[in-house]
């Protein structure tokens, strides 16, 4: 989903927030251990951003889940 919105850019943390939603109530409800989200990567590199705030987000999401 989130491809085909903006390809070369740094998603803002409001953008990332939905995806972050969506996928801890993925773990959640279908009682998976693992999720894998891939950032695509240019030559300003802000895939690794891009990651760490969904890691950030997806952590304080498990947090409140009571799983952190």
Do not use: D, W
């Given at each position: ?47 690794v951003q ?19």
């Amino acid at each position: 989903e989130m491809h085909a919105t903006a390809i070369k850019r740094l998603y803002a943390e409001a953008e990332l927030r939905p995806f972050a939603e969506k996928i801890t109530k993925t773990l959640a409800e279908a009682k998976i251990r693992r999720v894998y989200v891939f950032f695509n990567n240019h030559a300003r590199g802000q895939a690794v951003q891009n990651a760490q705030m969904m890691m950030s987000l997806l952590g304080e999401a498990h947090a409140l889940c009571g799983r952190g």
